[in-house]
Structures are given as C-alpha cells and as structure tokens.
C-alpha cells in the first residue's frame, strides 16, 4: 500500500491510501500537487516576504509588487508588456507595462485559478476548482464565466487561437472548445489519472501531463488523444513545448521529492531524462525558443537552460519561497510567480548583469603625492543597471614588504554610474588602490586592478 499527501486547489492537505494507482481512479478533488510529506512540510514551512521593488532587472531582482497575499498558480504573457497572473480566491492580476505596475481584475469566480492562456492581448482564458472557467474577450477589463460540462477541477489550460482551445484536470478530464469556450466539450483522454498541465504547437498538437508519469498526445485537436511513454513515474506538474518536435516536463518523485525534467526531441515519440541536479519538486517550464528555457519550484528554485536543456543551471531567484508559474516573452523578459503574492521578473534571461569597474586616481603628479594631501579615487560602472548599488574602495600602504590595509570607504553608484572617494595620505611610503563591487542577485562581482601610488 502507498501512502501520499495531496494539497487541494483549496489549499488543505489530505492523506490518502491505495494499492495500484495504475489499476484504480486516484480518489482525490481537484489537485495540483501530489507529494511526499516531507516535501509538503517543507513546502508550508517555506514562508517568505515579498519585497520592494529593487532598481536593477538582472537576475531575478526585480520583485514586482502584485497588491495581494493570495497564492499565485499561473502566469501568461503575450509580450514584453502584456501579462496576467492568477491564484487562489479567484485572484486575477493584470500588468500592461511588463509588472512594473499590477492591478486586480473581476474574475466572476471565488474558485482557485490555477492556470490561464491568452491567444492574444484581448481574448484569455482562466481555469481552476471545481471546473470553473472565466474568459474575456478585452484583456480582462471584464471576464466572464463559461460552462465547462465538468465539475472536476481544472489545472492546465491552453489555446491555439481564439477560437481553439483545451483544459485539463483532475481524473484525466479534458474538455475542449473550436468557439472560445461558448460550449466546451468533453474528450477522452485514455486516462484516469489526475492530469495538471497542457502545452500545444498549433492547431492540432497538444500534449496533457499528470500523475504516474503520465503523457498523453494528440495531433488531431483532441478527436483521438494516444498516450506517450515516459518511461517514469514521477508526478509531472507542468509541459512546454517549442514547436512540434521540442518539448519538456517538469516535476518530481512523489516519494522522495527528488524534481524531474524530461524532454522530446520527436513530438513525444520518445522521452529522456534530462539531469537537472535539483533534490526539490519543480511546477512549471516555460521555454522562449529550442534552447532558452526556465523550470521553477520549490525552495525558490529557478533552473535555467541555453542549450534546450542539454544543461541546466540554477539561478538566484533571492527567495526561498516556491514558485508555482513561470513565463517569458523572449529570452530575456520573464515572470516567476508564487507563494505569497510573490512576483519576480528580469529583463536579462535570469542571469545576473556582468559587472565592469574603472578607477582612476586625482590628485597625483607623476604618481606622486605630497605627504598630507587627498588623492581622489573615482570610476564608472557598467551596465546602467548597477546605479544604487555600492563599491567598495580598498586602500593599503606597503610596510616591511607587507601591504597592510589602511581604511575601506563603501561608495554608493551615482545615476550617473559613476562613483567617487577622496582620502588623506598621512605617511610617506607607497600606497595602492582598487575598487570592488560585490555578487547580488542582480549582477556579478567586480575588481579594478591595483592602482599604486608614493607618498613623498
């Protein structure tokens, strides 16, 4: 017998028992994670702010403030500007200036959204508990709802126009609309087993994930749907495919917690394991292209790829609160959201901003300095990110063949990206100088050469 914890899309954590999950229905509401218990524990433990939006977009600094509290579940851009994110207590949020400013939106529905599509700036579409389906038709300015002809709740969802689309859920539910959700449809999945995330690449090619290592295809629009080998177990939470023919998903061991990923390179003829080095669960994968890709999770986990997944590389997300959606316009704009409200972006591909440091010193003639007298340290900084940020100037001045560390002055970035100290020569020796700025979320550390100088 197998024991695991299910949290429901209203948030509560059950225990359930079962012998051969593949033989029987799994007995659960709607869900959108099923994990071991260590994980879930560990998942409720992981409990952090969010903070104020930060003035440099490398990395995952830039925390974007979303004016509420609610679980975030999923997040859809249609460009660098154009977003929507949505969560519990019906929680739909909206941004036309790339998150620089959120606002709330009338979802017509108290129910857990748990995932949304958008065709188009105009016409989007959020599913969640219970089988609840909101859709608007003028970029959220008003939503309404639509009958899905279900009532097992809804994780996934995706659309290929704005007519064509599909939802998936609990207990292998698909429903599927050709007329922007006016009537919805059942069809028939081939599987029992709770389905969380759908990805489609174009009019016919769709592909649902779930429980038990479960995929399933179809390349007719949902008329027949086959299933896919994925040659695990694992419960996978989120799918995202760039064409055709390159896909990837995400999850975990619902045992050991141990995240996953998968990808094709064949529409899902074939499956591998990709090895992404993380002991937590992972929720969500979005991809820009056949190379750029980003999976997230739990532990404020942020994977990263260049290479269509050859390799994956964790990012510093700067929080250890997890993360339930992830979505990108190019490879350079995307959106984490999250446990708390929590809303991060970069405008760099979640890599932090190579750092660049030049110094000169003043007051000199000819390298030397009269006893007494102020040499003026000063520099620039690249790239215009950095401004607010701080350098440190390091003095130190030679003794017996030692250098020994006179004084260390912190220097905050002008807007001009330049930055600027003085300091008296008290001794007559010589001195040398250099400037550093240290690693951050936002960018990588930084060091001038020595600049050295005599005091006479």
């Not at 279900?150 to 859920?169: H, I, L, P, Y």
């Not at 069809?187 to 969380?196: A, E, F, P, R």
């Not at 215009?384 to 020994?404: F, K, N, P, Y």
């Not at 003085?422 to 001038?448: D, L, N, P, Q, S």
Request: glycine share 16%; aromatic share 8%.
């Amino acid at each position: 017998m197998t024991r695991t914890l299910r949290r429901t899309q209203t948030g509560r954590v059950r225990q359930e028992n079962h012998g051969d999950l593949s033989s029987r229905r799994p007995t659960g509401r709607p869900v959108r994670l099923l994990l071991c218990a260590a994980v879930i524990v560990i998942c409720l433990l992981l409990v952090a702010p969010v903070g104020a939006a930060v003035p440099s977009f490398g990395g995952w600094s830039w925390t974007q403030s979303s004016g509420t509290g609610a679980l975030l579940r999923g997040v859809a851009f249609v460009n660098a500007n154009d977003g929507w994110a949505v969560g519990d207590d019906g929680t739909i949020l909206a941004t036309t200036d790339g998150g620089a400013t959120w606002g709330a939106q009338g979802s017509a529905t108290t129910a857990v959204l748990s995932a949304l599509a958008f065709a188009n700036p105009s016409d989007g579409w959020a599913v969640g508990a219970k089988g609840a389906i909101c859709a608007t038709t003028n970029g959220g300015a008003t939503w309404k709802a639509q009958r899905s002809s279900s009532t097992e709740g809804f994780t996934g969802v995706a659309f290929t126009s704005a007519s064509d689309g599909w939802a998936v859920g609990a207990a292998g539910a698909i429903c599927a609309t050709t007329n922007g959700g006016a009537t919805w449809k059942a069809q028939q999945s081939g599987t029992t087993y709770d389905l969380t995330a759908i990805a489609t690449a174009g009019p016919g090619d769709c592909w649902g994930v779930g429980a038990g290592g479960t995929i399933c295809a179809t390349t007719n629009g949902g008329t027949t749907w086959r299933a896919q080998k994925s040659g695990v177990t694992d419960t996978l939470f989120g799918v995202a495919f760039a064409g055709a023919s390159d896909g990837w998903a995400v999850g975990c061991d619902p045992l050991t917690g141990a995240g996953i990923v998968l990808a094709t390179t064949n529409g899902g003829a074939t499956w591998k394991v990709q090895n992404c080095g993380v002991t937590g669960a992972l929720f969500a994968v979005a991809f820009a292209d056949q190379s750029d890709g980003w999976a997230v999770g739990l532990a404020g986990t942020v994977l990263a790829t260049t290479d269509g997944g050859a390799t994956w590389k964790a990012q510093d997300s700067g929080t250890s609160a997890y993360f339930e959606g992830v979505a990108v316009a190019d490879a350079r704009d995307g959106w984490l959201v999250g446990q708390g409200g929590m809303i991060r972006a970069s405008t760099n591909g979640g890599w932090p901003l190579l750092a660049r440091l030049t110094l000169k010193l003043g007051g000199l003639k000819r390298g030397v300095l009269k006893l007494g007298g102020r040499v003026a340290a000063t520099g620039a900084v690249t790239p215009t990110g950095l401004a607010g940020d701080t350098v440190t100037l390091i003095v130190q001045r030679e003794q017996s063949g030692r250098w020994l560390k006179l004084t260390s002055m912190s220097r905050t970035i002008r807007a001009s990206c330049t930055y600027g100290g003085t300091f008296r020569a008290e001794h007559r020796g010589v001195y040398r100088v250099k400037t550093t700025i240290a690693r951050t979320i936002a960018h990588t550390a930084a060091t001038t050469r020595w600049s050295t100088f005599r005091v006479r």
